[in-house]
T-cell receptor
Framework: GQSLEQPSEVTAVEGAIVQINCTYQ??????LSWYQQHDGGAPTFLSY????GLEETGRFSSFLSRSDSYGYLLLQELQMKDSASYFC??????????FGAGTTVTVRA | DVKVTQSSRYLVKRTGEKVFLECVQD?????MFWYRQDPGLGLRLIYF???????EKGDIPEGYSVSREKKERFSLILESASTNQTSMYLC??????????????FGQGTRLTVV
């Protein structure tokens, strides 16, 4: 089966750095991805890690440790527009893609 | 740009009705998924398909079925709608690239209310 755990909410000020952790239990684990969803919108892809280490995409970075079944999304130089829900998702070798419950990030001025 | 289109944005159905939710993608993706999204529960996988006429149960398949007769279309069927199936339903189409990167493209969602 699949299960992913992430914090339910995080609040930070503009310009700060936020780290959203995700631990997973996934049979046939293939890779970990991250999605952003604004209120009323559809989830959109942010990043994907299949190998251990850090992937950087602009202000956002994602990390994976396969041995620890753990990953995180790092949001740097927070902006108001980053207020959204963030989901980690595990893909497995049976074509399945399962999501965590999501982390609501609130950015304060 | 990849486009995933869901047939309805809002839908109201009566208890016991058979409900069809349609999803079409235009990028020739092999993998398609149906999720429901409820507050505090994230996206829960109902069914997925990795090829035409192939379907696999997700984590919460009870009360649902699916159909994939053509590659571009993946339909979710509520056999007999119940009030606990009131939810936001999201369809996704997955691009799997040679590098192993997988990216899901989502439709705008169908907010279904069962009364």
């Amino acid at each position: 089966g699949q299960s992913l755990e992430q914090p339910s909410e995080v609040t930070a000020v503009e310009g700060a750095i936020v780290q959203i952790n995700c631990t997973y239990q996934t049979s046939g684990f293939y890779g970990l991805s991250w999605y952003q969803q604004h209120d009323g919108g559809a989830p959109t892809f942010l990043s994907y890690n299949a190998l251990d280490g850090l992937e950087e995409t602009g202000r956002f970075s994602s990390f994976l440790s396969r041995s620890d079944s753990y990953g995180y999304l790092l949001l740097q130089e927070l902006q108001m527009k980053d207020s959204a829900s963030y989901f980690c998702a595990a893909s497995s070798n049976d074509y399945k893609l399962s999501f965590g419950a999501g982390t609501t990030v609130t950015v304060r001025a | 740009d990849v486009k995933v289109t869901q047939s309805s944005r809002y839908l109201v159905k009566r208890t016991g009705e058979k409900v069809f939710l349609e999803c079409v993608q235009d990028m020739d993706h092999e993998n398609m998924f149906w999720y429901r999204q409820d507050p505090g529960l994230g996206l829960r996988l109902i069914y997925f398909s990795y090829d035409v006429k192939m379907k696999e149960k997700g984590d919460i398949p009870e009360g649902y079925s699916v159909s994939r007769e053509k590659k571009e279309r993946f339909s979710l069927i509520l056999e007999s709608a119940s009030t606990n199936q009131t939810s936001m339903y999201l369809c996704a189409s997955i691009e799997s690239r040679g590098t192993g990167v997988t990216e899901a493209f989502f439709g705008q969602g169908t907010r279904l209310t069962v009364v």
